[in-house]
């Protein structure tokens, strides 16, 4: 009996789509705060009833029909306090951590997530205080060693150069629009 490699290879892939169907990473992004990790899976269309979501104090889970996510957390985790929100486009965790702390260096133990990116509309660094809105007042009292201290202002007109001959168009401009005034009244 003699079979090819290539068909012997597409036999496989067939018998492989029947049996298994091929889960992918979700993109996904973070944030966290001294006492929570914010988790954002986009996964769209989600059927709340076909996911399986499990959190304990040191993983995470999250498996449906098209998508599968499974890491280690960095720290500990209260998995009771923790919550889930399905949106129309994406799925949103609250993680509470066990104890309130230094900020991780990662979400994950072990190799990297390539899927997974720092949520930058949600991060708040760690030496921020309670307060979401950042405090400007005092950032006009910065001495930047007096750098600059001598420029110009740049309203100043005194050190405008003229270009050559652009006067001189827009005065015969005038002129001409004057003199075609002018003529119209003089009909």
């Known amino acids: ?8 290879i597409e ?20 944030a ?15 059927d709340a ?9 040191t993983a995470f889970s999250f498996k449906t029909e098209e998508y599968e996510l499974n890491f280690d957390f960095f720290g500990a985790v209260n998995p009771e306090s923790s919550k889930w929100n399905v949106g129309a486009r994406d799925v949103q965790f609250v993680i ?3 104890e309130e702390g230094e ?3 990662k979400l994950q133990k072990g190799a990297k997530i ?3 990116r720092a949520d930058w509309d949600k991060w708040k660094d760690e030496d921020e205080g309670a307060n979401d809105d950042m405090d400007m007042a005092g950032f006009d009292n910065f001495d930047f ?16 150069e003229a270009i050559p001959g652009l006067e001189e168009e827009e005065d015969k401009k005038e002129k001409k629009e004057e003199e075609g005034k002018t003529e119209g009244t003089a009909e």
Not at 1 to 8: A, D, F, M, N, Y
Not at 32 to 46: E, S
Not at 49 to 57: A, F
């Open 103 to 105: 900020y991780w260096d």
């Open 1 to 8: 009996l003699r079979i090819s490699l290539h068909q012997v």
């Open 32 to 46: 966290q705060r001294k006492d929570k990790i914010m988790l954002t899976l986009n996964v769209p269309n989600l």
């Open 96 to 98: 509470m951590r066990k």
């Open 114 to 116: 390539h899927t997974l």
């Open 49 to 57: 009833s076909k996911t399986t979501v499990n959190i304990t104090e």
């Open 145 to 160: 060693g007096g750098g600059g201290g001598d420029m110009p202002d740049s309203d100043d007109e005194d050190d405008d």
């Open 11 to 30: 036999n496989l892939q067939c018998c492989n789509r029947t049996r298994f169907k091929m889960t992918k990473l979700p993109d996904c992004k973070w």
